[in-house]
T-cell receptor, first 110, second 115 residues
């Protein structure tokens, strides 16, 4: 089983739609979780950290479910500019390492 | 916020030659930097952790004699791909940060093509 798993997609959604991605992780002791966004042939950029209580930043909402070992990202009112690959990142407890998922590709269509 | 500069952004080299990639933290000191490699349509894979003033820590399967890492100062780490081969062609990205709870910032990446 992979340490971090994501559905690669692509998710093709119309503008204005709401879309959600899930990511599962295998290490139950993981402490830090993030969503990064990566545009084609570019470096990843931090979208948001994921806190135990869940957190929201504008149209983006991230949630953590420790019992089921998954994190989610919800995007509301999708924009064309949201088209990108969204990477789930997990930082296992006691390490400095980032474990990346393969990413979920989103295409927002006009 | 933390800014990480990576250079060059793109390089094409001949098989058998060496290529050096630089990673600099511009507005903070980074005792630790990370080097990743990403092949097309695959996730970022950690190659090694660069520690200022000491030897790098390599991930399993990464040849330390082929991928030389030097972290001579708190703001600069270099990755040298020695005797490059076409299979080394990839996107190499460094990252650094002020702490894992805030996420690490990535350099803009270096696209290496070995011909």
């Amino acid at each position: 089983r992979k340490e971090v798993e994501q559905d690669p997609g692509p998710f093709n959604v119309p503008e204005g739609a709401t879309v959600a991605f899930n990511c599962t992780y295998s290490n139950s002791a993981s402490q830090s979780f993030f969503w990064y966004r990566q545009d084609c042939r570019k470096e990843p950029k931090l979208l948001m950290s994921v806190y135990s209580s869940g957190n929201e930043d504008g149209r983006f909402t991230a949630q953590l479910n420790r019992a089921s070992q998954y994190i989610s990202l919800l995007i509301r009112d999708s924009k064309l500019s949201d088209s990108a690959t969204y990477l789930c990142v997990v930082n296992p407890e006691g390490t400095y390492k980032y474990i990346f998922g393969t990413g979920t590709r989103l295409k927002v269509l006009a | 916020g933390a800014v990480v500069s990576q250079h060059p952004s793109r390089v094409i080299c001949k098989s058998g030659t060496s290529v050096k990639i630089e990673c600099r933290s511009l507005d903070f000191q980074a005792t630790t930097m990370f080097w990743y490699r990403q092949f097309p349509k695959q996730s970022l894979m950690l190659m090694a952790t660069s520690n200022e003033g000491s030897k790098a820590t390599y991930e399993q399967g990464v040849e330390k004699d082929k991928f030389l890492i030097n972290h001579a100062s708190l703001t600069l780490s270099t990755l040298t791909v020695t005797s490059a081969h076409p299979e080394d062609s990839s996107f190499y990205i460094c990252s650094a940060g002020t702490g894992s709870n805030y996420g690490y910032t990535f350099g803009s990446g270096t696209r290496l093509t070995v011909v």
